[in-house]
T-cell receptor, first 114, second 115 residues
Framework: AQSVTQLGSHVSVSEGALVLLRCNYS??????LFWYVQYPNQGLQLLLK??????LVKGINGFEAEFKKSETSFHLTKPSAHMSDAAEYFC????????????FGGGTRLMVKP | DVKVTQSSRYLVKRTGEKVFLECVQD?????MFWYRQDPGLGLRLIYF???????EKGDIPEGYSVSREKKERFSLILESASTNQTSMYLC??????????????FGEGSWLTVV
């Protein structure tokens, strides 16, 4: 079975600092990996996804994530945080089986301090 | 632009009431989903549908049912609402012709409070 672990339910950074949100997955077959962002009182919006092409994936709003098979990780980064990045971020995995269902991590709430 | 619309953003219902949550997508997607979102638990799949009149149980189907009579519409039904069903409910859809990496698109969510 596939699963996702997001380390740290809350992450706080200063404006302009590096953002690093961690995601580790388990899957017995090559996975598809996603990062979604949820702003307050809204649904989820796709940030980026990995679908077995380049291991470094660039997304919207300056975010990127690197797929590392050896570490079973797909961490999300952004070089310089903006106040507008404050939101909840979800990592998700689909391994293509069981109807291609997505399994989500528990989410990480990012807070950006001025 | 992709659009998944949930008809009710905020609802307050009494214990034992029957509750309908409606979702419509305008992208002609085959797959539709209902998730429940709770703090610290992420999103958990309640039901999904891969075609009209077809449905499959997700991870937490107990206390819920669904209906998909038309391709664009997927309804979540709480037959007898209970306080532990107070949550945020998210509808989603996806074009899926056997391609695993397709994006799931979400609605804005329905906040349900059961008192």
């Amino acid at each position: 079975a596939q699963s996702v672990t997001q380390l740290g339910s809350h992450v706080s950074v200063s404006e302009g600092a590096l953002v690093l949100l961690r995601c580790n997955y388990s899957s017995s077959v090559p996975p598809y990996l996603f990062w979604y962002v949820q702003y307050p009182n809204q649904g989820l919006q796709l940030l980026l996804k990995y679908t077995s092409a380049a291991t470094l994936v660039k997304g919207i709003n300056g975010f990127e994530a690197e797929f590392k098979k050896s570490e079973t990780s797909f961490h999300l980064t952004k070089p310089s945080a903006h106040m507008s990045d404050a939101a909840e971020y979800f990592c998700a995995v689909s391994d293509g089986r069981a109807g291609n269902m997505l399994t989500f991590g528990g989410g990480t709430r990012l807070m950006v301090k001025p | 632009d992709v659009k998944v619309t949930q008809s009710s953003r905020y609802l307050v219902k009494r214990t034992g009431e029957k509750v309908f949550l409606e979702c419509v997508q305008d992208m002609d997607h085959e797959n539709m989903f209902w998730y429940r979102q709770d703090p610290g638990l992420g999103l958990r799949l309640i039901y999904f549908s891969y075609d009209v009149k077809m449905k499959e149980k997700g991870d937490i189907p107990e206390g819920y049912s669904v209906s998909r009579e038309k391709k664009e519409r997927f309804s979540l039904i709480l037959e007898s609402a209970s306080t532990n069903q107070t949550s945020m409910y998210l509808c989603a859809s996806r074009q899926d012709r056997g391609i695993s990496g397709n994006t799931i698109y979400f609605g804005e969510g329905s906040w349900l409070t059961v008192v």
